[in-house]
């Protein structure tokens, strides 16, 4: 009996050990966004936590902007962030083929920065989104803004670019974004 209690607490120490090893690896993606920007959904994609946001006075049926952010936990296999920003514009593409322009604003080993533009059609809005993907060494991050505009205005397009361009990483589990 005195081994089965001393097994049970040093399998208890040990996951506990682990658990705060898995801990410390934690990361949040830092940044600001105003304080008129309302969550309209929160999920787990299975593959990590994705938040919506839309502007005070829209709705979900009805939004003329929406910001989303998404993360998790780095995995093997995870593809580097410029295959990830292939598989996006080959999945818009093939929902809405020949409608979108894309461009690579910034791009590093970790991360990179593109805006897109989809054509109005029968199928879809006219939108302008600015996104960026970040992955770290224990996570991944995505953010995106959407405007369902013909042309983003030059000051929008620009606070967006900055707002992720300075998003920085930090080994924080109780932070969240910044309004």
């Given at each position: 009996?005195?081994?089965?209690?001393?097994?049970?607490?040093?399998?208890?120490?040990?996951s506990?050990?682990?658990?705060?090893?898995?801990?410390?690896?934690?990361?949040?993606?830092?940044?600001?966004?105003?304080?008129?920007?309302?969550?309209?959904?929160?999920?787990?994609?299975?593959?990590?936590?994705?938040?919506?946001?839309?502007?005070?006075?829209?709705?979900?049926?009805?939004?003329?902007?929406?910001?989303?952010?998404?993360?998790?936990?780095?995995?093997?296999?995870?593809?580097?962030?410029?295959?990830?920003?292939?598989?996006?514009?080959?999945?818009?593409?093939?929902?809405?083929?020949?409608?979108t322009?894309?461009?690579?604003?910034?791009?590093?080993?970790?991360?990179?920065?593109?805006?897109?533009?989809?054509?109005?059609?029968?199928r879809?809005?006219?939108?302008?989104?600015?996104?960026?993907?970040i992955?770290?060494?224990?996570?991944?991050?995505?953010?995106?803004?959407?405007?369902?505009?013909?042309?983003?205005?030059?000051?929008?397009?620009?606070?967006?670019?900055?707002?992720?361009?300075?998003?920085?990483?930090?080994?924080?589990?109780?932070?969240?974004?910044?309004?």
């Open positions: 009996m005195k081994h089965l209690i001393a097994l049970v607490a040093f399998v208890c120490l040990v506990w050990v682990r658990a705060g090893a898995a801990d410390s690896h934690k990361e949040v993606l830092n940044f600001k966004i105003g304080s008129d920007w309302k969550v309209i959904s929160n999920s787990d994609t299975g593959r990590g936590q994705s938040i919506k946001y839309i502007r005070e006075g829209d709705d979900l049926d009805h939004w003329k902007e929406i910001f989303s952010y998404a993360y998790g936990v780095r995995t093997r296999g995870l593809r580097p962030p410029d295959q990830e920003f292939s598989m996006i514009k080959r999945d818009i593409e093939k929902q809405w083929p020949g409608l322009d894309w461009s690579v604003i910034a791009q590093d080993e970790n991360s990179i920065l593109y805006e897109r533009h989809t054509n109005w059609s029968a879809t809005h006219e939108e302008w989104n600015i996104g960026r993907i992955h770290t060494k224990y996570s991944w991050f995505t953010v995106s803004y959407t405007a369902r505009v013909h042309e983003l205005p030059p000051d929008t397009r620009a606070q967006w670019i900055k707002t992720f361009s300075d998003a920085t990483t930090s080994a924080d589990s109780n932070a969240s974004p910044e309004r």
